[in-house]
């Protein structure tokens, strides 16, 4: 695995220290976590944009009952 260093401001530092043991995660687990949930929800959204640029999806629209 490849190390990288990341500058936090202490405010960030302190959520995710809070979070990775509310989840029984190290600081570095938690932190490799987040940047793979970022990573996954960029690449679903940049491939839903493509694929309704490119007109390859079809729509769904959703109407009020009254209309």
């Excluded at 490849?2 to 600081?27: F, H, M, W, Y």
Aim: charged fraction near 35%; proline fraction near 1%; charge should be negative.
């Amino acid at each position: 695995m490849t190390e990288i260093k990341l500058s936090l401001t202490p405010d960030l530092l302190d959520r995710l220290t809070v979070i990775a043991e509310e989840k029984e995660l190290s600081v570095d687990e938690c932190a490799h976590q987040a940047l793979l949930d970022y990573i996954e929800s960029w690449e679903d959204f940049s491939r839903t944009v493509d694929a309704l640029e490119s007109g390859e999806e079809e729509r769904t629209v959703l109407r009020a009952v009254n209309e």
